[in-house]
T-cell receptor
Framework: DSGVTQTPKHLITATGQRVTLRCSPR?????VYWYQQSLDQGLQFLIQ???????AKGNILERFSAQQFPDLHSELNLSSLELGDSALYFC???????????FGPGTRLTVL | AQSVAQPEDQVNVAEGNPLTVKCTYS??????LFWYVQYPNRGLQFLLK??????LVKGSYGFEAEFNKSQTSFHLKKPSALVSDSALYFC???????????FGKGNQVVVIP
């Protein structure tokens, strides 16, 4: 167990809907990262937050947004969902912006 | 841009034999290199990393990896594979000052009893 928690484990929704994925980092970690794992794209970095501030952006669609709250948990919001958004979404955390990232168990999103 | 190549889709090895999972990278400057393992329906577990120093890095569960700058490689090795090592292995790279990880496509390792 990495100490990173993610909820929910599974999410099934319809096209056009909006969902929110939640992540709690390891105790003491200030940096949170979001990754998407899909069969065709593999594992891709989406976005990083450090102590509440956006630090880096990767291949994140404009329909997706994230934030990190004062208690350091993070949420990834996915809107206007499409079939192609079906994937495993991982959250990772690290102590600082340059330390080893530890991954949560992931949220499996299925868009029907 | 930083990238990682894991040339083999699947690695089959008999239990007790040495296990090698290959990784080559492309990044300007000095890379940070990582190996993670993913078991079915689980998240990624950190195995080991190379930042600087000794080219041979030892990690969890008896795994080690060797950084080779001239060949831009970071192959994962285990002297004696166990059936429980069957999983999906990912190599990843980041560049100093930028902690976003670029992952390879992953290698499925199958250890045959």
């Amino acid at each position: 167990d990495s100490g990173v928690t993610q909820t929910p484990k599974h999410l099934i929704t319809a096209t056009g809907q909006r969902v929110t994925l939640r992540c709690s980092p390891r105790s003491g970690d200030l940096s949170v990262y979001w990754y998407q794992q899909s069969l065709d794209q593999g594992l891709q970095f989406l976005i990083q937050y450090y102590n509440g501030e956006e630090r880096a952006k990767g291949n994140i669609l404009e329909r997706f947004s994230a934030q990190q709250f004062p208690d350091l948990h993070s949420e990834l919001n996915l809107s206007s969902l499409e079939l192609g958004d079906s994937a495993l979404y991982f959250c990772a955390s690290s102590a600082t912006s340059l330390d080893t990232q530890y991954f949560g168990p992931g949220t499996r999103l299925t868009v029907l | 841009a930083q990238s990682v190549a894991q040339p083999e889709d699947q690695v089959n090895v008999a239990e007790g034999n040495p296990l090698t999972v290959k990784c080559t990278y492309s990044v300007s400057g000095n890379p940070y290199l990582f190996w993670y393992v993913q078991y079915p329906n689980r998240g990624l577990q950190f195995l080991l990393k190379y930042i600087t120093g000794d080219n041979l890095v030892k990690g969890s569960y008896g795994f080690e990896a060797e950084f080779n700058k001239s060949q831009t490689s970071f192959h994962l090795k285990k002297p004696s594979a166990l059936v429980s090592d069957s999983a999906l292995y990912f190599c990843a790279v980041s560049f100093h000052g930028n902690n976003r990880l670029a992952f390879g496509k992953g290698n499925q390792v199958v250890v045959i009893p």
